[in-house]
């Protein structure tokens, strides 16, 4: 009798210890789903309920992006963002998307102080982006400027009569299609993609003028499609000052009088983990694999199309030959 007592109460609480650990298991698993679904669904951002300074970001080339210009109008909504600071590292890109951003980011000074910071490169649309803060700062040996729009067609007439194909077209008027890949411009079409680029062009010196006290006669010299150094940019008052995210930080504090007490949050777009189902960014955060896959899949393909942006349409962008490796360096290089 006294080995089945034994057994009845070894049994007891074996049952007591898988209960109290059901019981634990049970809430653990409830606390990561909650997280992992205000995580799926941006809640997690409830941090940024507190007054704060906001930092953007722009780098690589710039394209119209709607994710980005969402999150430009909450930011110029959010009564918590009491100024902003925009840091970027671009050569440009497509004219429009330099435009959106410009005006976006327009709104936003608005109603709060924002500055901006230019890094490693902020050229062409970058530039016309970063005119539209109130306080443009760019360290040294910063690269910017490059203000100028490009428009670029191929033609490959010769290597199509290489290999016996022949294009042809029925069009509705001779301008339609043009330029296309397979006859070379005629002096008509070049004269009208010139009036184009010039009417774009004179739209963005215009915005320099305007942005950076200049006058017409001033801005049009400068925007021969150089690049300049942040020194020389200070010099032709191109930008504000020379420094970097402290000297923007700094200007909120002294001009703006933001406390310097208020933290630097980072603002981002959504994400391409966010954008997947609710339920696949749970599997996410239980550590699927099938999940992870799929995230890495994502990345993997936006890598492949930003390294070979297509830049459709009118282009404001500095192509220099090294501009990757210049990038990639964090400045200009010196041999």
Sequence with gaps: MSLDSDVLIDRRRLRRKVSFWRVVSFLALAALLLWGGAEATGLGELARSEKHIARIEIN????YDRRQLEMLEAIAKDDTVQGVIVSINSPGGTTSGGEALY???RKIAEKKPLT???TTLGASAAYLSAIASDHLVAQYTSLTGSIGVLFQYGNAKGLLE?????MD?????PLK?????????TPEVKETLQELIDD???????LVAERRGLSKERALQLANGQVYTGHQAKDLELIDEIGGEQAAHQWLIDEKGLSSDLEIIDWKPESDERSLPFPANLLGFLGSENQNLVISLLKTAKSVVDSSLPLDGLVSVWQAPDAATVSALGGAKHD
């Design 60 to 63: 690589g080339p710039i394209t």
């Design 103 to 105: 005006n976006a980011l």
């Design 116 to 118: 901006a910071s230019i």
């Design 162 to 166: 290489k290999i016996g194909v022949e």
């Design 169 to 173: 077209a029925i069009k509705s008027a």
């Design 177 to 185: 299609a043009e330029p296309n890949f397979y006859e070379p411009a």
């Design 200 to 206: 774009t062009y004179m739209w963005f010196v215009g």
